[in-house]
């Protein structure tokens, strides 16, 4: 059904997926962090579903808006990180991996979220002006959250799946292993601008992408 949108209801429909896709990941960091003792993003109002308070105007608006409109077979994004402090951590290394694995736990969660929203939509099919907002932004909903999650749980610092890895590595080896991270950005914009980072999700994404199209009742 999303190929038979324009451009401009391409926008509507993906708009408040990807946003809450990606305000959500970050609260859900600042969130674990809080419940292990790190107060810091509570404290600067980042706990909050407002997504003005995590806006990225390139992460969060332009590049998904640029990805959308060229078409590239994904699109993904980022918001402002939420601040997370490992000094108030009682195991900074394994805590800073929960807190990592949280964002794309939230995104698997809201994929499910979304999937019974389009699982809904077919439930009201023969109201066909119900039915295909809640389908469209519902598969949306699916496409941007588990694009996220794959993502971030890459393991090139500073994504999720890098600070997952660091805190099952030896210290010494993780703090190498850390210093990776000036470079991260450029290695993530290598991938996709040279399409490995495509190659790398294809598969991935493809069988997550058919298990809960399965389960919204596609």
Do not use: C
Not at 87 to 114: D, E, H, Q
Not at 138 to 161: M, Q
Not at 197 to 203: D, F, G, N
Request: positive net charge; proline residues 7%; aromatic residues 12%.
């Amino acid at each position: 059904m999303m190929n038979e949108l324009t451009t401009i209801q391409k926008i509507v429909v993906w708009v408040l997926p990807v946003i809450f896709a990606i305000t959500v990941h970050e609260v859900a960091h600042g969130w674990v962090a809080k419940k292990y003792g790190d107060n810091t993003a509570d404290a600067q109002g980042r706990l909050t579903l407002n997504p003005l308070k995590h806006i990225d105007w390139f992460g969060t608006v332009i590049l998904p808006g640029i990805l959308l409109i060229t078409q590239t077979g994904f699109i993904f994004g980022w918001a402002k990180p939420v601040p997370v402090d490992p000094r108030y951590f009682k195991n900074p290394a394994k805590n800073m991996a929960m807190v990592a694995l949280a964002g794309p736990v939230s995104n698997l969660i809201m994929a499910t979220g979304w999937a019974l929203l389009a699982r809904l939509g077919l439930l009201l099919a023969e109201y066909e002006y119900l039915a295909l907002p809640l389908i469209n932004t519902g598969l949306a909903g699916i496409s941007i959250n588990l694009v996220l999650a794959l993502i971030n749980l890459l393991p090139i610092p500073p994504l999720d799946g890098s600070r997952i890895l660091s805190g099952l590595l030896p210290p010494r080896m993780a703090w190498q292993y850390n210093k990776l991270e000036r470079f991260g950005f450029f290695i993530l914009l290598f991938l996709l601008m040279s399409g490995v980072l495509r190659m790398i999700l294809e598969y991935p994404l493809y069988f997550t992408q058919q298990l809960f199209m399965s389960f919204a009742g596609f």
